[in-house]
């Protein structure tokens, strides 16, 4: 498989699975100017491209769907950087502005990664272990996350982030998750471009697999935000019904993608240490970048 110039290649990308090592390392990458962070890509696509067998539609995250919101089952923390990677390869080095918890950045390479692409920081979660709350500051923003976010996209940007607001290893069942996308979404008009990312091989009896497994990345149809029912005239919000609706169908569109289930009261999984996979009645606090609760 050859390569062609930008332009062709924005027109009609190759299929995922038919890239090979010397394609990647010969893609073209127009919207980074910085020879380290195209090669800091090139080496994450690399690495994608060995775990990540098939990505099906992933034209549908070129630059002139700009802007959307991307959103995803949250398995593991390896499809943060191959999902980013494999996000800007497709836009020839133009990010996809991911919501990401602070503590990611803390991981080297990860946080370089993070950093280039203008992630957004969400610092609500306590560090593990406790001793590196002290560079917490660091990552403070004086702009709270969905702000920024909002921002982002009435310049124009696109947004990714994780919904379920944590690491999610129960193979058959989403989380609640939170409605941070559903929000930005009826405020702003962007459409919601749902992502199912399955692990090819998992256990379904144990949840096990999600943190080696080989996996598969599918992007579905844009999903246009429907006509708000009720609005906040003082502040421009949309009502928490029409956020818990559109909620709803977000997670049901990723449910079916990622081959889970979804209801409004599933409980997470838990798996206590050295046991088996257990689902509590009640879902502990989920303060991840998936945006505030429903």
Known sequence: MSLEHSSALHCRLPAWQDLRPRDLWRWPLDALA???D???????AALA???????????????DRDPFILVANHGSRRETVYLT????????GRPVHFLADWNFRLIPGVGYLYARTGAITVTRKEARPRVLNRLKPWFLDGTPALEQARARLLAGGSLALFP??????DPRRLLRGRCGAARLSLESGAPILPVGIRFLGSSEETGRGASGQPMSI????????????????ATGQASLADVRAWHAEIMAAI???CGKTWSPTTPPTVRPAGGPVTFPTIEPRAIGPGGPPC
């Open 38 to 44: 195209r090669v800091a890509l090139r080496a994450a």
């Open 34 to 36: 910085r020879p380290v």
């Open 255 to 257: 449910a079916t993608l």
């Open 49 to 63: 491209r060995r775990q990540v067998r098939t990505i099906a539609h992933w034209e549908r995250v070129l630059p």
């Open 85 to 92: 990677a494999a996000l800007m390869l497709a836009r020839g």
């Open 164 to 169: 379920e607001g944590t690491i999610n290893r």
């Open 218 to 233: 599918h992007l579905g149809a844009p999903l246009i935000p429907p006509l708000r029912t009720g609005t906040n005239r």
